[in-house]
């Protein structure tokens, strides 16, 4: 089974800069999340989609940061414009979700640099 | 108040000995438990679920006291290739994940 995708696996931008990110879920995963990791913590939810509507994107600024699943499969992730503090790891992870709480699987990830 | 709490650690602890880590959850509403691992500059990938009853997967035990809102992870005879962050993780109603900042372990020669 082929697992979750991302790209790309990093990127360099300067500071109010624009930049997106691309996931591909297991197929068949109705969830999809996106996570912000800055060096240290652990993951910070963004987004989360169940098939292509918005759960919970509470911790999401959207000032600056959007996301769609437009078909409900795969989806992007925006930020514009960049800030210095937007350097992380974005990782995209994926769950079945039919009967209740199911494991999460992780993309890669990509990390963002913001110069 | 952060939905899940750890200790960072760091832990360092010599080959063969036992380790322990502790969580603390917030909502008592919390449904599902899990402890993740994550390796430097790799992705989380599930280490175990945590049941009431507890349970355990070879070196590894976690417990769950819903009274108390804490989870645990045992770590017995610790190898080498333990070294890594882990991460426990909570879950609230609609499926949605919170993590904790991770409890880093270095298992020294």
């Known amino acids: 089974e082929a697992g979750v995708a991302q790209s790309p696996r990093y990127k360099i931008i300067e500071k109010r800069q624009s930049v997106a990110f691309w996931c591909n879920p297991i197929s068949g995963h109705a969830t999809l999340y996106w996570y912000q990791q800055i060096l240290g913590q652990g993951p910070k939810l963004l987004i989360q989609?169940?098939?292509?509507?918005?759960?919970?994107d509470s911790q999401l600024p959207k000032d600056r940061f959007s996301a769609e699943r437009l078909k409900g499969v795969d989806s992007t992730l925006k930020i514009q414009p960049a800030k210095l503090e937007d350097s992380a790891v974005y990782l995209c992870?994926?769950?079945?979700?039919?009967?209740?709480?199911?494991?999460?699987?992780f993309g890669p990830g990509t990390r963002l640099l913001v110069l | 108040r952060k939905e899940v709490e750890q200790d960072p650690g760091p832990f360092n602890v010599p080959e063969g000995a036992t380790v322990a880590f502790n969580c603390t959850y917030s909502?008592?509403?919390?449904?599902?438990f899990f402890w993740y691992r994550q390796d430097c500059r790799k992705e989380p990938k599930l280490l175990m679920s945590v049941y009431s009853s507890g349970n355990e997967d070879g070196r590894f035990t976690a417990q769950l006291n819903r009274a108390s809102q804490y989870i645990s992870l045992l770590i017995r005879d610790s190898k080498l290739s333990d070294s890594a962050t882990y991460l426990c993780v909570v879950t609230l109603t609609g499926n949605q994940f919170y993590f904790g900042t991770g409890t880093s372990l270095t298992v020294i020669p």
């Open positions: 992870a994926s769950s079945h979700y039919r009967t209740g709480a199911e494991t999460q699987y």
């Open positions: 989609f169940q098939n292509n509507g918005v759960v919970d």
């Open positions: 909502n008592s509403a919390s449904q599902s």
